[in-house]
């Protein structure tokens, strides 16, 4: 799909704000995609399309959920989670994406999980560090996202647990199994 | 068992520094049991018998993990927390205690568990709180134990956790699932 095409998509499903956040999730995307040697055009696409469901009533994410037999004990936890495989289903569904890579990209784009594939690792990332973010610590990762991908990730899971303890809120377990799984097989070269 | 025999059976297996920690976690115990209605009998026997293990080899240890069917998941996290399962199996063919609360409160005691009861609770906390402890935090949670189990355990888990990611450690996932699972059940009255 053409970038013009896919972005009048995805602009009719959200806000003013969440689309430019999409356009800065989309460059930095293909940014960290040439420096690590992932897809540029998978990049491009998945980041496009990563938030698509957002705005989706809670509901119908609760019924893609279920029907589509992704895991229930998401709906245990934050509704934020939901839009991630909610959105991997509807981009298929009603955009016509079907590739795999991209369509994990999206699902995993906010929980991340273990053994993270390198573009999940690059719209992970993107949507944590592109440059309409703006809270404590988010400079130290975009430093790290030019050296070194994995500790860019490790750095930035950190922040969002510790951000989660402090509000006393719970930690989705996929998500404290992607940052075990980061520092397991960290290397620093 | 009286507390003196079971003193000194506990003696012979610790270093002077770690017997002083023990005596500290017992009076600790029995004025968390007294406060929250746990027994006192038990909190008592399975304060003194907590670090049983403490010091047993790493490889004895493994052993007992393996052949005794604890989770294996134990071996690939820090050797930290071995000695909690390896001294409840210990505290039963070594010691002859065979209550099952006392030595599910020793098994539990560094990873916690989803569904604590209430022994598991005043061992885990007593041993966190002790008056040999020193270290950032644990003055607010002496605090909170004075007021709310549940409370002082979420924030010790806290503070564990947050120290775990500042060092770059991975957290036992069972750590984890303890903690939502005791915020996902707060009440604050």
Same mark, same amino acid.
């Given at each position: 799909m053409e970038r013009e095409d896919a972005l009048k998509l995805v602009k009719e499903q959200l806000t003013e704000h969440r689309y430019q956040h999409t356009l800065g999730v989309m460059e930095t995307a293909i940014d960290l995609a040439k420096r690590y040697g992932a897809d540029v055009k998978k990049a491009e696409i998945a980041a496009i399309f990563h938030d698509y469901a957002k705005f989706r009533p809670k509901e119908e994410?609760?019924? @893609?959920?279920?029907?589509? $037999?992704?895991p229930k004990d998401l709906?245990?936890?934050?509704?934020?989670?939901?839009?991630?495989?909610? $959105?991997?289903?509807?981009?298929?569904?009603?955009?016509?994406i079907t590739d795999r890579e991209i369509l994990e990209a999206i699902r995993y784009?906010? +929980? $991340?999980?273990? +053994?993270m594939s390198l573009l999940e690792?690059? @719209?992970?990332?993107?949507?944590?560090i592109e440059p309409g973010?703006?809270?404590p610590g988010v400079d130290e990762v975009r430093q790290l996202a030019k050296e070194n991908?994995?500790?860019a990730l490790i750095k930035s899971i950190q922040? +969002?647990?510790?951000?989660?303890?402090?509000?006393?809120?719970?930690?989705?377990?996929?998500?404290f199994h992607t940052y075990n799984d980061l520092v397991k097989n960290r290397r620093i070269d």
């Open positions: 994410m609760r019924k @893609i959920i279920i029907e589509q $037999g992704f709906l245990e936890f934050n509704a934020e989670l939901w839009h991630a495989p909610a $959105g991997a289903f509807l981009v298929e569904t009603e955009a016509g784009h906010t +929980s $991340g999980r273990p +053994s690792k690059v @719209i992970y990332l993107a949507d944590y973010r703006h809270f991908l994995d500790e922040n +969002s647990i510790a951000f989660l303890l402090k509000k006393n809120q719970t930690i989705y377990p996929e998500t």
